[in-house]
């Protein structure tokens, strides 16, 4: 053993004792003949003194930054004490010491503020991972790995590894895939998840499987998207939909509390996605701030079973005058918070942000709700008072609120509202960190229509069951569209699925469904999504021949690992969450991966590259 | 929820409640109007009686093997009870019952004892998953991952990812590789061992590291070689080898405790790489017998830390006039505890046996030590019973064992006496399932040379580090070998490694090294394996960059999860412990992959196929 002690363990009930500490030179000080040294390690600073009788050692063998240091001495009480961190009540004069490994200067500083940009620190990533801050960071996952996984071991969940090495099916997105040797012309492909393993799990009655476990797309990759990536996968047998969300509402809270030492007693909101999409135009509302979405015009194919709300609306009777909202097919508003009093320059610099190319928006109309019971609008031209506070009554807009208008399009016009409610929320820091917003989301569509494809997609997976009572709609009615526009007027357009979604301060944290679990409902599903039978033996041959051998009733869920623990950290990137991430060109800088392979590995592979 | 209790839970404490089950069919037996079903799931077998009532409605709906199956009704006492199981003194008499799911009749019977055959069982993974044997296999495969991470959380290591998609650096074993679409060209590769992350990790000052992870390897497939596969990978910094050897040999320990129930608290027996090759012909020998090899006749180059005891040999004067002997480079003995009354029959059959190809000895010499303290051998014409008996006694025989000499080149003959006495231990019942005995082998070699590349090879890996006497040796000689039969002769031919091997009833469980720590002697290491410069800096740049800035001593360990499981299992086949197993072909049957890829994903590649 280098050591006694950590840098992290001596107290003041430890003064007179000898020890030998090793770890890494944070500072050195001189003070006239005395050096302190502040030695660092895992867990935590201690600091060294070096007296008079070193210096000879010391000049032979100067100490730097970063230097790997083994150091013995008496442990002593400090005169000045540090009572900002734990060991700062004593020091180690050193009687001997020997470096244990030099370090070259290193390119940026070992701190919580380091001087070094994005790219140095990914290169250098071994030094960035030094920070205390990425520290915490990966300190924090292994402590929410360790609570799921207890959690899960308590429910009576059992870990089972599923195949790394599996077949292409790709549906949705891409698969990386792995040549073979030894089946030279074929492939591997990496798991997207491990879904339907764990639907043979199901089949084979390990009733409760869990896996933290590693999955793969190969898709382009946005902002905090990784090609690999880190689920916790989970899936039950002989359950609803209502046993999956109580067990891992339960996970979730418990990772509160073993992580974060929160107590999340309240009950788990639930949503539908219909409502959902009505209040907050979003399928993952924050709901830590209200500021909800009012519906003054909507078109009647979208969202049935709010239809008949729009009866109250200002529009409802028919035009009002005003152009823009006349032409829209949708007028949405909301209503902010204290802000009536704002200026025509925020109100002009909000019209500039919803008309960025990100939004997209034509303009914005605001109705200022003033503290006096006044009403002052953009549009007084076209509404007289009472008509505006009746627009401004739909998003519960009061006396202070600025109340805002978009109009256009359905779909951009309700992604605007909910970006806008978003962006604001934060400005008036309506959205803390440090508070904790669990909600379930039920109820998803069960297809969507690719207009482009003029096909049907699954929008959970294609193994999600529809609700109980539209199974019969499902089979009954033929998938095929001969006008795409007219989608929504088919009957698959208003299926709902047994699915499910997690949300966490306006994160999707985790999502599952019912699964099908009859062979006959599973070919429909896939004939529904355009594959024949040939296809769906080639692609999910074992898992229709499973399902004829006593498939149990199942469902399930996965969590994205990466980005809990972001949320949990106060975070927007999971990138600060992985030891080892890749850039947004999915490369390793550290390493330089990808990179080119050896003439001998493509001739074992019988492969050869064709460069466009 | 399909059920109020599991199938293993009901007791006779329970009887008069009224519950509900869910499972599947195991067997129906109809005894007059009255129905028995054993139902199965996860935890146990419950019995299930159907009265005359529900004969109509089992009549509709006949139940068959593998149905799941939803029953209510009432726990009552058995007048027959069945002690075997759990659950034997109650059954329950069902009130109503649902067919959840149809089952076809199953390719072979889900029992112990099936008569499914490897391939069938293979494609029917999911059935195959059903039986109890398999069963027992995963939960115990489970158990041991769950007590492996408790014993390392309470010593204070932290479960860290590294990435899957790293680069390519074929040293050893063959990559898989990965295409890289965004970087056209480029390729990952899939980690053969997380090994150059976890020393990075060390750098970045994570002193206790590690993680139950996927491998890989595209290698030949030997009987029981998977090309994924899971190791429990650790990692400590500031340690010697003394601290590894402690911290893991309680890893097992704790394994044994909480998996099996035994008190493993024997100290682990120890032996250099030398002494466990000169006393067994094997670098993992199986010590739960002894048969200990006499050492008769040894070259002079190998083992020298044994040479001394060869003095007392009788060949040590020169030839003894057995030409068979005389002209041997190696001569070696075991005796065969109580086996001096074998038969000719019986003694010519091990003859046959050592002559086998896979063993490749010309013959077999045995000296009877009989129990009245004569002997008789198959070499007495050259041999006066004064010197047979001091044969006998380099290998320990007793009155009433039976010696068997083999004689030839050196390694081929420690080879076939460390088969023949594995064979002879596993005759006799000397290798018990249920005894483990744990072994420490130290002092590896550090190289070996490959005569056929004429090049110095890593025996371990190349970031194993000399012992730190022999630094020097290493340091200061050049590699190079102008004659590649010399290499014995040559000073690397000596370096030991601070390399560790865990081996557990005769098979290797773990193995590590304290490592290289220093980029000077890292990169005299990879010169010694024939990298020059411009190849160690694309291979391992990023490493030798770490060393620059503070690496501290460390060193580490991996034990192979799968055979450490099915040793504690009890079995020979990692294959058994394995949720879904590739064949030796590395195909999954069940999947049917790997397998062909479409034109689209080629293109998107960038690759194309070249056929041999």
Redesign the interface.
Known sequence: ???THTCGQLRLTDAGTTVTL???VQTVRKFGSITFVDL???YGITQLLFNESLNQQLDEQPLGR???LQATGKVNERSNKNTNIATGEIELIVSEFKI?????V?PFTIQDDTDGGDDLRMK????D??RNAV?RN??L??AV??AA?NYL?EKGF???????????T?EGA?????????????????PQSPQT?KQ??M?????RYYQVV?C?R?E??RADRQ??F?QIDCEMA???QE?ILNMFEGLIKSIFKEVKGIDYTETVERTTWEDAMWTYGNDKPDIRFKMKIGNLKVPATAYPSHQQELQNSPFASGATGFAVFDNAETVLAIAVPGCADYTRKQTDELTEWVKRPQIGMQGLVFIKLNADGTVKSSVDKFFNEEQLKTIAATCDGKPGDLVLVLAGREQKTRKATSDLRMELGKRLGLRKDNEFKLLWVLDFPLFEYAEEDNRWVARHHPFTSPKPDQIATMIDNNPVIENAADYLNHPYSNIKANAYDMVLNGNEIGGGSIRI??RDLQEKMFAALGMDEAEQQ?KF??LL?????????HGGIAFGFDRLCAILGGSESIRDF???P?NN????V?????????T???D?????????
């Open positions: 053993m280098y050591r090793a770890g890494w660092r390690d895992r970063e230097f790997v244990l490994n030099k370090s070259a290193p250098y990533r071994y030094l991972l030094r520290k990966l300190e996952r292994y790995n360790r996984r071991h059992m870990d089972i590894e599923t195949p790394f090495l599996i077949k292409s790709p891409r698969d990386f895939v792995v040549p073979s040797r030894m089946n030279a012309g074929q492939f591997y492909a990496l393993f043979l799990l089949v084979s009655g390990y009733d590693k793969f190969d382009d990759l090609p690999e880190t002989f359950v609803e046993d679990f009859q080639h041959g074992f021949g499973a399902f004829e051998y006593g498939a149990p009733p992985i030891a080892f890749k060109s999915g490369r390793d550290m390493l330089d991966a990808p990179s080119a392979i050896d001998k590995q493509f074992e592979l019988q492969i050869k590259l064709d460069l466009k």
